[in-house]
């Protein structure tokens, strides 16, 4: 819950970075308020623009909500479905996830499927399986096998957002495999296609490290988002 009109000078300076970094893709997820505005300034740029959530249905009485096909019609092509503050703020399920997930393959959208552990579940010992139960359950039971393609997955230790403190190399590279094989073992080949990115206080300082590790395949960027400086710069490791 970032940015006002005035943020449309950032996304300028992204636009314009993006085009000497050609082996980076690029999505900016402004708040909906800035879907339709962020769309048309990105049109014909290197910068896709997505939507930070969205609704299972595609209308209906559900006021303040915002359907897939909506964020579609503004120039959106993909949403955030399931993220950490969702599903502790709004009390999200995996069901409710799965929905969305389906609501955005639906809609012609690439959905981008949060999972992720808090900092109690870590220190239980539990993080593998509370990221296996959300996996499952957010995902790979509803999306059909020819659905690969139609999602992506970010690992969003929940203990490590917006708190600076960023989990070690291991643990990360441990829950993207772990990840990575849950979906070969659903989608096959098609499955080692499916991009895992890291999300958790990611920054200039930590990125090359974090994003050149084995199946971590980009980043899910949050305050660090808000100014171009410092998201170009963790793009610049595609360089």
Known sequence: MNG???????????????GGLPK?????CPPATLVAHFAGLARGSRVAIGGQDCHAEPAGAFTGDIAA????????????????????YHCETNAVVCAKAHAARRAGLLAIVCVGETRAER??????????????????????PDGAADFVVAYEPVWAIGSGVTPTLDDVTATHRFIRERL??????????????????????????LLTAHNVDGALIGGASLKAEDFLAIAAVYR
């Open 24 to 28: 980076a893709d690029f999505l900016i």
């Open 69 to 88: 096909e909506m964020l579609k019609d503004a120039g959106a092509s993909a949403v955030i479905v399931g993220h950490s503050e969702r599903r502790h």
């Open 4 to 18: 006002l009109s005035a943020s449309a000078g950032e996304l300028a300076k992204i636009i314009a970075g993006a």
């Open 123 to 144: 220190d239980a010992g539990k993080a593998l399986d509370v990221v296996g139960r959300q996996l499952q359950g957010s995902l790979l039971q509803g999306l059909p």
């Open 184 to 209: 070969a073992a659903r989608y096959g080949e098609a499955g080692q296609g499916v991009r895992i990115l890291y999300g958790g206080s990611v920054k200039p300082a930590n990125a090359e490290e």
